[in-house]
């Protein structure tokens, strides 16, 4: 959200994290935590001084969700185990279904890598996240589906 804001509003100045704060309601010593790591990762810059405050180090275009998530240590993990070697999902063991949650994961680290923060400003993800869930669930409907409609 943080980002997505600065993208947006920055036209050409650097934009006070106080003013991030304030319209998207995250706490200010939040933000400055989420900054320092984004500029680490050099996802931003920031700007000392009056009339300071952040700047994307790119365009939204290049800057891809994944890279923002990555840089704040936000992880995309669908299972809770570990990852730890004899440290498992339940105790020891890992759990029936590791696998499928493990692959989800997979799959949402993909998507956040291919989806960029200009795409996200411009509201044009979600018609190409329908579009292709309507191809895969039209696919999986139809071993579902016996011909003419019925269910099997």
Request: net charge negative.
């Amino acid at each position: 959200m943080a980002m997505a804001d600065l993208a947006h509003h920055q036209s050409g100045a650097p934009v006070p994290l106080a003013e991030i704060s304030d319209r998207q309601n995250i706490s200010l010593n939040y933000l400055e935590q989420l900054f320092l790591k984004l500029g680490r990762a050099g996802l931003v810059r920031g700007l000392r001084g009056p009339g300071g405050g952040y700047v994307l180090t790119r365009s939204p275009a290049k800057i891809a969700i994944e890279a923002i998530m990555a840089a704040v240590d936000e992880p995309v993990k669908m299972t809770r185990c570990s990852g730890v070697v004899g440290m498992g999902c339940i105790g020891s063991d890992r759990c029936l279904t590791h696998d499928l949650w493990d692959a989800l994961g997979d799959h949402l680290i993909s998507f956040l890598r291919a989806v960029s923060l200009q795409e996200v400003l411009d509201g044009t993800l979600g018609q190409q996240v329908r579009l292709g869930e309507l191809a895969e669930s039209a696919e999986f409907s139809g071993v579902l589906r016996q011909p003419g409609g019925h269910e099997s």
